[in-house]
């Protein structure tokens, strides 16, 4: 709170870019998560899955299309703390908005057309935000799906529902960088084959609201941990 009321130095040695609010993994209140521009670019990192992949199996056509941008909002609400008035959202969201300009794959839709629909979390919410990604990507090349797992296999299902069609139908995705839940090499990769096809590839992100902690290199079921940008 002291933090957020302009006292920076007590525990950030930057201004916060923006504010993350945690999605209620954890029990209890919601956390908000400071996030400044070092942190932003150390989350950059994340791209290394895409960049080894392309570069082990020869595919540089994805970096030809773009990535279907499921994030959730980077603007939900806001706080009041003293005389100011913060702006708090979804870490991925705010990634997106900050950062995709730094990476090789286009998202689409834009962080901000998907943020004009509002911070909402109910069912129309998210139909609003899957028709969007939707009618956007339709006639888009899309070669990449990053995000949240679980919105990945809610929005193939949405377009089976909605317009009778599967995600393999539409699009040949290349490579899917999926985080936010365990096991999505195990569990959930034959739900995400069946909507997006055999031939994307599935590569897990380790990150959350705090932090992009590391990734799947290879084929191989693991992480490698971003040592070289983060002092344990």
Known sequence: QQVMAGDTQLLLNEEPIGWAITRGTTKGENKFIPMT??????????????????LQSKRFDIFQGVNLNLNFPSVVGHLQIGDRKLAYGYSSGIYTKHVSTSTPVRSVPSQD???ALGGGKTMRDWEARFNLAYQKCLHENVTLVGGVAPTAL???KYMRRKHKQLPREVWQVIVMTLGS?????????????????????????????????????????AWVPNYDLFFF
């Open 181 to 221: 839940v365990p096991g999505i090499n195990t569990r959930l990769a034959d739900d995400l084959h069946i909507l997006y096809g055999q031939q994307a590839a599935i590569r897990e992100i380790y990150g959350a609201t705090e932090g992009m902690f590391g990734q799947q290199m290879d084929e191989k079921r």
């Open 113 to 115: 057309e998907i943020d």
């Open 154 to 156: 809610q929005f193939g």
């Open 37 to 54: 521009a070092t942190d932003l670019k150390m989350r950059v990192s994340a791209g290394r899955a895409v960049v080894n992949y392309a």
